[in-house]
């Protein structure tokens, strides 16, 4: 399958890329845990995602580019989840998230030809399960949402927008995404925005798409955000975010910010995990059972 992905690629001309896996910083998402290492050159930490170093390269004019690589998060094994996973990462200048969709459903093509996939807008989805509209419902109608849907809910979750909404997400993709449907799903709300660009309208929404199949998340791409002053914005919420979720402050890629300062050209960009991938194409119940080492990763 990796030598069916770089075939995929040779052809289109994207080249393939090789970033480190030890960094100076860690993921700022509040939803996603770091791994970190104390070496005697000092704290590093292992990369979840080569997203800040590839976009490094295309901003000093790599062009359209591709890694396979492996990843790291803090978190505990289950049937989708490893410590340890292998990531498909890719960015094309000049397109947007409608085209790198488009591009997904042809690579995927590759493993299931004739597979149909759908796109549906999140507040689409929502509309069809009869769940809160993501982007105009208040906190308090998201909350009580979940109530119903049989979750406690902590008095600091019951204010937490962003959580609810994750929680409002994989409950749409459970009831209304089961297994054998196929679906990208984009224009997320504002507070799931992450790196993406905010296309304004009433409501506005982030330029963002996951893509589901099966009921599992396989891929999140984004039509990314390339101003320094609003990344650095975006990094500020997401501490907050964090503050309130009593985790640690995130360090800031000063590199990166200096990157898109320099000049970040329009692109869209997505990850695409591999194990996930080749469970679903296996028709296996667990991703360690498609690992070599499954039952060995962190």
């Not at 998230?97 to 597979?115: D, I, K, S």
């Amino acid at each position: 399958m990796l030598g069916e992905i770089r075939a995929y690629f040779a052809q289109q001309g994207v080249l393939e890329v090789d970033t480190p896996l030890l960094g100076h910083t860690g993921a700022a998402d509040p939803a996603i845990g770091s791994l970190a290492l104390d070496l005697p050159s000092g704290r590093r930490y292992l990369q979840t995602s080569p997203e800040y170093a590839m976009k490094r390269l295309l901003a000093a004019g790599s062009g359209d580019i591709y890694q396979l690589c492996k990843a790291f998060r803090e978190e505990e094994h289950s049937p989708l989840h490893r410590g340890e996973f292998t990531l498909l990462e890719w960015y094309r200048v000049g397109f947007d998230h409608h085209q790198l969709m488009a591009e997904v459903a042809r690579l995927l093509a590759v493993f299931w030809p004739g597979r149909v996939l759908e796109r549906l807008t999140i507040a689409h989805l929502a509309q069809q399960v009869g769940a809160p509209d993501p982007h105009l419902s208040s906190t308090a109608v998201l909350a009580n949402y979940a109530r119903d849907c049989g979750v406690v809910l902590t008095p600091p979750a019951a204010h937490d927008r962003s959580l609810l909404l994750d929680f409002l997400l994989t409950h749409l993709v459970r009831v209304g995404l089961p297994v054998g449907r196929a679906a990208f799903i984009y224009d997320f709300p504002l507070e799931q925005a992450a790196y993406a660009r905010v296309r304004p309208g009433h409501p506005p929404v982030a330029e963002r798409f996951e893509l589901i199949l099966d009921g599992v998340e396989l891929a999140n791409g984004y039509h990314e955000l390339c101003d320094p002053l609003a990344q650095r914005a975006r990094h500020a919420a997401e501490a907050l975010v964090r503050a309130a979720r009593g985790l640690p402050p995130p360090l800031i890629d000063e590199r990166l910010l200096a990157a898109l300062a320099a000049g970040l050209p329009a692109c869209a960009g997505v990850a695409l995990g591999i194990d996930r991938l080749l469970m679903l194409r296996e028709g296996a119940a667990n991703v360690g059972e498609v690992m070599a080492f499954g039952a060995e990763t962190l």
